[in-house]
């Protein structure tokens, strides 16, 4: 199956920058789309960005302008750069894929563990 990877969270002072990775890995043939979504202390997951395997962008309102999603087909990673950070990003940052393991599977989303976020102000 497939197993999603969260890397690069940490603490960092509010206007700093982060770079997350999520790396897939596992019995892949494809994956089409991946996605970012962040989870902050006593609320829901939000989604924050998607793309696609062509390279397709969406972002949620909250997130245009300070976030930048990108991919690597080749390592099957996907990217957050997050700039300007805000106390108010302080979030466990998840990923996921729709993605299959073989030829013959279908589709399903597949979700990483998480890697925090925390801002200091």
């Known amino acids: 199956q497939v197993q999603l990877v969260e890397s690069g969270g940490g603490l960092v002072q509010a206007g700093g920058s982060l770079r997350l990775s999520c790396a897939a890995s596992g019995t892949i043939f494809s994956i089409y789309a991946m996605g970012w979504y962040h989870q902050a202390p006593g609320k829901q997951r939000e989604w924050v960005a998607s793309i696609t395997s062509d390279g397709s962008t969406n972002y949620a309102d909250s997130a245009k302008g300070r976030f930048t999603i990108s991919r690597d087909n080749a390592k099957n990673t996907m990217y957050l750069q997050i700039d300007s950070l805000k106390p108010e990003d302080t979030a466990v940052y998840y990923c996921?894929?729709?993605?299959?393991?073989?030829?013959?599977?279908?589709?399903?989303?597949?979700w990483g563990q998480g890697t925090q976020v925390t801002v200091s102000s």
């Open positions: 996921n894929a729709n993605a299959r393991p073989s030829a013959f599977s279908t589709y399903r989303t597949y």
